[in-house]
């Protein structure tokens, strides 16, 4: 018989060199997922992320995701960090959810919904009204997750490449 699953998820924001080098391997993990999917989502990570291109992002996470405007956060697991969340300003009313991801061992405990919500109540607290990200298609459970948090599809809200567009949704959540 098996027992239910008592780990507890914490979610609190990155700090420090070991947290942020904790988000930049997961990141690159969730590069590396997204490149396994198939051939056409290698060929959308090569749009957006080129490999320079995505070295260059790590290098610049905790300024571009900076207090006040954005955030980074990390999900524990018995002490780990097993995910991470973040979001950053696009306009004044705007903020915008990227590399949401859970490593494989760290899946199944809540740990994706809960960087979602405590991304879109940081959006709210720093008074944005909207709160936008994108996702790939093929990422159903991601789909599923923005969906039962009351994320609406929209179109896209930012220019995208016509070969990108068939592979991607877009969603948004009024706050």
Known sequence: MQTPDTAVITIRPADGPGDLAAVRALCWDYRAHLRSISTSEAELVATFYPEAKYHALMDTLESVHARPTGTILVAELHGNVVGCGMSHALDERTSEIKRLFVAPHGRGHGAAKGLMTALLQQARTDG???????????????????????????????????????????FEATL
């Not at 923005?146 to 592979?167: C, F, H, K, V």
Request: zero cysteines.
């Open 128 to 170: 944005f009204a909207r709160v936008v990200l994108d996702t790939s298609r093929s990422l159903t459970a991601a789909r599923a997750l923005y969906t039962s948090l009351g994320m609406a599809e929209r179109g896209p809200y930012q220019d995208i490449p016509d070969n990108a567009l068939a592979q991607l949704l877009f």
